[in-house]
């Protein structure tokens, strides 16, 4: 059973990084290679990819956008810029960070969302009720990812005793793992959340959605080399991402409507969105808040001896492309 399910899984990943329609571009024009988890981008660059704004503002000062998928998430992302096979990452400040920490000359340009958010779903009828209530419980918590951060600051300021959970480190396989009953929570993004919720039912004990602090910052971040040689690319990537804020914040519900895809309907996107339809965490500015996030990340890192050491995050952050496109936007 596991082993079907876990072959339905890799078949709905496949189907939703093909699902996405091909855009127009003029091929003459130089590539953009952007990647991300799926080719279904989520957040303000889901909106820039599907209603074009990516190929429209790239298009202007002559570049096309070529999009990829890297299912193996940060890691793979790490990797694939580290060896210049992609110009932009757009994924998660964690491994973003260790990226950075290694050496490896990227620079967060814009923020793809300020409020990354994430749950924790429990099994129908598991009579988990609290965060207390997971001590003697089987949870999907995948170490050395931001879900580890989220779950054992969670826990420590629960007062739960994180020796007495059996840790589950499933990643790509979470979801047939918990889908089989072999775990009695899961922690993951809210996106992640959505579904399973969608497929097996269960109650949401915990959410960053209440508790907005806890969220934290998807940047798109790019080769340091690239930004250096086109500038201009650059700055029509965030315009894009301006676009994609003004879109989503005059109207929620085309917001939900292009977010969506074949496994993912409106009404799941609203799911995950729909507690802030003003999306003003789809603004690409790197505002107090989010640089508290991203120091709270950066902490947590340095303190699991996961990098060497705090990254200055003025050398992360490379602001000029906002600052050169800010003005064109109300």
């Given at each position: 059973?596991?082993?079907?399910l876990?072959l339905?899984?890799?078949?709905?990943?496949l189907?939703?990084?093909?699902?996405?329609?091909?855009?127009k571009?003029d091929?003459?024009?130089?590539?953009v290679?952007?990647?991300?988890?799926?080719?279904?981008?989520t957040?303000?660059v889901?909106?820039?990819?599907?209603q074009g704004f990516?190929?429209?503002?790239?298009?202007?000062v002559?570049y096309?956008?070529?999009?990829?998928?890297?299912a193996?998430?940060?890691?793979?992302?790490n990797?694939?810029?580290?060896?210049d096979?992609?110009?932009?990452?757009?994924?998660?400040?964690?491994?973003?960070l260790?990226l950075?920490?290694?050496?490896v000359?990227?620079?967060?340009?814009?923020p793809?969302?300020?409020a990354?958010n994430?749950?924790?779903?429990?099994?129908?009828?598991?009579?988990?009720?609290t965060?207390k209530?997971?001590?003697?419980?089987?949870v999907?918590?995948?170490?050395g990812?931001?879900?580890?951060?989220?779950?054992?600051?969670l826990?420590?300021?629960?007062?739960?005793?994180?020796?007495?959970?059996t840790?589950?480190?499933?990643?790509?396989d979470?979801?047939?793992v918990?889908?089989?009953?072999e775990?009695?929570?899961?922690?993951s993004?809210?996106f992640?959340?959505?579904v399973?919720?969608?497929q097996c039912?269960?109650d949401v004990?915990?959410?960053t959605?209440?508790?907005?602090e806890?969220?934290?910052?998807?940047?798109?971040?790019g080769r340091?080399?690239?930004?250096?040689a086109?500038p201009?690319?650059?700055?029509a990537?965030?315009?894009?991402?301006?676009?994609a804020w003004?879109f989503?914040?005059?109207d929620?519900?085309q917001?939900?409507?292009?977010?969506?895809?074949?496994?993912?309907?409106p009404?799941?996107?609203k799911?995950?969105?729909?507690?802030d339809?003003s999306?003003a965490?789809?603004a690409p500015?790197?505002?107090?808040?989010a640089?508290v996030k991203?120091?709270?990340?950066n902490?947590f890192?340095a303190?699991?001896k996961?990098i060497?050491?705090k990254?200055?995050?003025?050398?992360?952050?490379?602001?000029q492309y906002?600052?050169?496109?800010?003005?064109e936007?109300?």
């Open positions: 059973m596991k082993r079907i876990s339905l899984t890799a078949l709905f990943l189907a939703a990084l093909t699902a996405c329609g091909a855009e571009v091929k003459s024009l130089l590539p290679r952007l990647g991300s988890i799926t080719k279904q981008f957040d303000s889901g909106i820039a990819q599907r990516f190929a429209e503002e790239l298009a202007k002559g096309r956008p070529v999009f990829s998928a890297f193996q998430a940060g890691p793979a992302l990797e694939a810029l580290a060896t096979n992609i110009d932009f990452g757009i994924y998660g400040d964690f491994p973003q260790v950075f920490d290694k050496g000359d990227v620079r967060a340009i814009a793809a969302t300020t990354q994430y749950g924790i779903l429990v099994q129908p009828n598991s009579g988990i009720k965060i209530d997971l001590e003697g419980k089987r999907i918590a995948p170490k990812t931001v879900l580890q951060m989220v779950f054992e600051s826990l420590a300021r629960e007062g739960v005793d994180a020796g007495k959970i840790r589950l480190n499933a990643m790509a979470a979801q047939s918990f889908i089989t009953g775990a009695d929570a899961v922690i993004t809210a992640g959340i959505a399973l919720q969608a039912g269960g004990i915990f959410s959605e209440n508790e907005p806890w969220s934290t910052v998807t940047t798109v971040v340091g080399a690239f930004l250096d086109n201009e690319a650059a700055k990537v965030v315009r894009a991402l301006f676009r003004e989503a914040a005059a929620a519900e917001a939900y409507q292009a977010l969506s895809f074949e496994f993912a309907p009404a799941l996107i799911a995950v969105y729909g507690y339809p999306f965490h789809f500015e790197f505002t107090p808040e640089l991203l120091e709270a990340t902490a890192l303190a699991n996961l060497a050491q990254v200055d995050l003025n050398k992360f952050i490379d602001t906002i600052e050169a496109v800010r003005g936007f109300a």
